[in-house]
């Protein structure tokens, strides 16, 4: 916007137009999910595109609206699932899974194009190929199911970091660990856990088997040592009560999670869970917020700080004057800690390099090169 006052808006808020344009009148176009051509049709009308046989090629990989070193890989659209407090299926409706040979030749033109990270995602990436009765599709000529285990396995030929992303703990999850142990895909689950007592899941209507999560978790980290956990939960949700916010709490010191994110509930237009009786008052959502982010401030520094004096691996996701901005296998882009290292001579921006942590806090590390 302060670059050039010009902005046009993509994504499934599309649905609801009026209210993006009523907010701010200055848009220039509200463009729903994938609609790439038309987006590139406003920007073309706005920015007029430069003329030329070679600037008008679009690379192999597509067209990637993030730094060149990393790149989201979408799998499918939608949802079957019905949370309470979602309204993603009504407006993407059930789910669609991308066909895997169209996945696949995607992620092989992104690794050729010189990315070095993919990360999977999706509204439910463990449900992939569940619409299309885990079909066997054909990639450069070998029978591959449309199913994550097999997605997987497939990702991981490219010996570059292949990331999981809404990962809902459905039995079959177990079978990718195997694969991060051996270095297939990165050993590192975002696992929506949302909650711990079983009635508040139940009245969410969260998908999967939500029992047994601390078993489960422990079995993975036995298969897994390395493997990072991250999660979201939701305090405040409708009918709360202090008790099951303390269940959540002592899964939560008991879990020892890397990385955790936390919301209060707050209504979404047309969300089920807005009928729900005994709404949680706002102060009290605060308050649990707080006292759920101080738990796990002290655990995620605890697990941060066994880091210190190990060697990782680290990629350059920005080189500013205080040396590289980088990320370890444990920290996606945008949502995790980063790895400062302060010697960035020679290096660049997508650059893998080793380095030895020195020093840690709740959300980053420290390190010097080896
Ligand atoms: S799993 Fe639940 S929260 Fe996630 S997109 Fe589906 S309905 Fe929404």
Not at 63 to 81: Q, R
Not at 253 to 272: I, K, N, Q
Not at 347 to 356: A, H, R, S, T
Request: glycine content about 6%; some cysteine; overall charge negative.
């Amino acid at each position: 916007m302060t670059e050039n006052g010009k902005v046009s808006v993509t994504g499934c808020l599309w649905a609801k137009g009026e209210v993006v344009r009523d907010v701010h009148p200055s848009v220039l176009a509200v463009t729903g999910p994938h609609a790439t051509d038309e987006v590139m049709g406003h920007v073309h009308a706005h920015l007029p595109k430069p003329r030329g046989p070679f600037v008008d090629l679009v690379p192999t990989a597509g067209i990637k609206l993030t730094p060149k070193h990393y790149a989201y890989l979408k799998i499918s659209e939608g949802c079957n699932h019905r949370c309470t407090s979602c309204i993603i299926p009504s407006m993407r409706g059930d789910l669609d899974s991308r066909p895997i040979h169209d996945v696949l030749s995607e992620a092989e033109n992104l690794a050729k194009s010189g990315v070095k990270e993919l990360l999977v995602i999706s509204q439910d990436t463990s449900a992939y190929g569940v619409d299309v009765k885990y079909k066997t599709g054909f990639h450069n000529g070998r029978p591959v199911r449309t199913r994550m285990t097999e997605l997987c396995e497939e990702l991981g030929r490219h010996g570059i970091w292949v990331r999981l992303h809404y990962v809902y703990p459905y039995p079959h999850v177990d079978e990718v660990i195997p694969l991060m142990r051996d270095g297939k895909i990165l050993p590192y689950l975002d696992i929506p856990f949302q909650h711990a007592s079983q009635r508040i899941l139940k009245l969410m209507k969260r998908p999967a088997n939500s029992e047994n999560v601390l078993a489960r978790i422990k079995k993975w980290r036995e298969i897994c040592p390395d493997l990072v956990i991250r999660s979201t939960f939701i305090v405040g949700f409708p009918g709360e009560t202090e008790e099951e916010f303390e269940e959540l709490l002592a899964l939560l010191r008991e879990a020892m999670l890397d990385r955790v994110g936390c919301f209060t509930y707050s209504p979404v237009a047309g969300a089920a869970a807005n009928d729900l009786p005994d709404p949680v008052p706002e102060e009290v959502k605060e308050v649990r917020k707080e006292r759920f982010m101080e738990v796990q401030a002290e655990i995620s520094a605890a697990r941060l700080a066994r880091r210190v004096g190990q060697r990782m691996t680290v990629l350059v996701d920005e080189i500013d004057e205080q040396g590289a901005v980088c990320r370890s296998y444990a920290d996606a882009p945008e949502i995790d800690g980063m790895v400062f290292v302060a010697d960035a001579d020679g290096l660049q921006v997508g650059d893998f390099v080793e380095v030895e942590i020195a020093a840690s806090d709740e959300h980053d590390l420290w390190a010097e090169r080896v």
